[in-house]
């Protein structure tokens, strides 16, 4: 996927600010005083018998990006995305999607948000078991009122579009956990929904499938640009899929950036323990890595365009011998040079990208 090149258009469509989900008695004292706000997980639970599952968080989510809720288990991504269409209802703070607020929408106002423009794909498929694949596609047409020969017409596009095509009369127990994925991920997408949400989707999926899977949304993405927000707790899953990642922690998002800024400047410890094993080469790009290049360095040599990764450009310069420079549009912008991109690899010298902070 190509990261960081989009210019995203300036309009979010989901925007939070000071979103809170507490969870037990007189929930909604905890976050309005400002001592329990202070105060750790374990200690709110003894002082008021409550857990803030989310706590204060603030994000946009962009038109047009892959936007990744991660964290470890009962970081409180799962209900953070669920605050989104009110699948759980928040505790305070607000939610809009295209500038509408979520929070003040009636119940037949919310049908439709979650029917026709926020589809959420769930862990568990929640197919229905005694319908064929081809109604099981067709049936978020269904209850949008389209007649049947067009939802079936739109249903097997998208059937082939998930890869599917042949299966449409076989049943949900006749397929193997991928295929239910994507009998799951059709779903959504065949009623055209302005953003996609994503809880997990494939985390009972086994390694090789998942792989496949990934690469299945991340062609969709790049096919359709479609928006999408997608939790999961696997790091190499977000950094693969996520042009910005959300870092939950104990209900906090501890961290908000592109996997690049995210692995190259951890905004605190926990965020460095966490990113330490990722093979930094792979997601670093040579925007960050280069450095100003000399008249005659500019003139000559591999180029590679801004958004390649340090990997790509060890390879350009392994090949060749000379630095490798970063071209944009005919422009040389500089050159990384072996030392260079030996330092990223080496988790030294990284300069903290622009506009890249701890939320
Ligand atoms: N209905 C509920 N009542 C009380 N506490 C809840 C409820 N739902 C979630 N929690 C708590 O809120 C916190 C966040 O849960 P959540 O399911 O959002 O985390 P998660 O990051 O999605 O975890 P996982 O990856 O395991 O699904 C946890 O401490 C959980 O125990």
Known sequence: MSKDTRTPADAPVFSVEGLWKVFGPKAERVPTDPEFASLSPAELRERTGCTAAVRDVGFDVRKGEVFVVMGLSGSGKSTLVRCLTRLIEPTAGTIAIDGEDVRAMDK?????LRRHRAAMVFQHFGLLPHRTVLDNVAYGLEIQGVGRAERRERAAAFVAKVGLEGMEQRRPAQLSGGQRQRVGLARALAVDPEVLLFDEPFSALDPLIRRDMQEEVVRLHREEGRTMVFVTH??????????????????????????????????????????????REQVMTVRTAMRAATAEEAADGPALPPDAT????????????????????GR???????????RVVAGTGHRPEPGEKAA
């Open 234 to 279: 696997d790091l190499s899953e977000a950094l693969k899929l996520g042009d910005r990642i959300a870092l939950m922690r104990d209900g906090r998002v501890v961290q908000l950036g592109t996997p690049e800024g995210i692995v190259g400047s951890p905004a605190d410890d926990y965020v460095r323990e966490f990113v330490r094993d990722v093979p």
């Open 108 to 112: 037949a106002r919310l049908r439709e």
């Open 332 to 342: 040389c912008l500089g050159v990384v040079d072996h030392d260079r991109l030996l």
């Open 310 to 329: 340090v990997s790509e450009a060890i390879e350009a310069v392994a090949r060749t011998g000379s630095p490798a420079r970063v071209m944009d549009g």
